[in-house]
């Protein structure tokens, strides 16, 4: 059984940091694309960034040059570095998996606020 499980949400003052993981398990984690989305309330779910099983990343418009994006096949975990946040980043962020399906963590709690 396939599980994504997020961690390293909270409350963060605007311009400040955080380090979202997501750890896998139930699956080959080298074989899958990995993937953050985000779930603002009232908007639809929206990709913030993606890595590829080759180490490719892409990301929103909107995060690219403040969120990093990295792997560790080793320990089957997939960060999200989070800097100069703002408060339009306020969201629940999502890990998403992909290959041949797609598999979804349950979520972690972003919020930028002075």
């Known amino acids: 059984q396939v599980q994504l499980v997020e961690s390293g949400g909270g409350l963060v003052q605007p311009g400040g940091s955080l380090r979202l993981s997501c750890a896998a398990s139930g699956m080959f984690f080298s074989l899958h694309h990995m993937g953050w989305y985000r779930q603002a309330p009232g908007n639809e779910r929206e990709l913030v960034a993606k890595i590829s099983m080759g180490g490719r990343s892409n990301y929103a418009d909107s995060v690219k040059g403040r969120f990093t994006i990295s792997r560790d096949n080793a320990k089957k975990t997939v960060y999200l570095q989070m800097n100069s946040l703002k408060p339009e980043d306020t969201a629940v962020y999502y890990c998403?998996?992909?290959?041949?399906?797609?598999?979804w963590g349950q979520g972690t709690q972003v919020t930028v606020s002075s």
């Open positions: 998403n998996a992909h290959y041949t399906d797609d598999y």
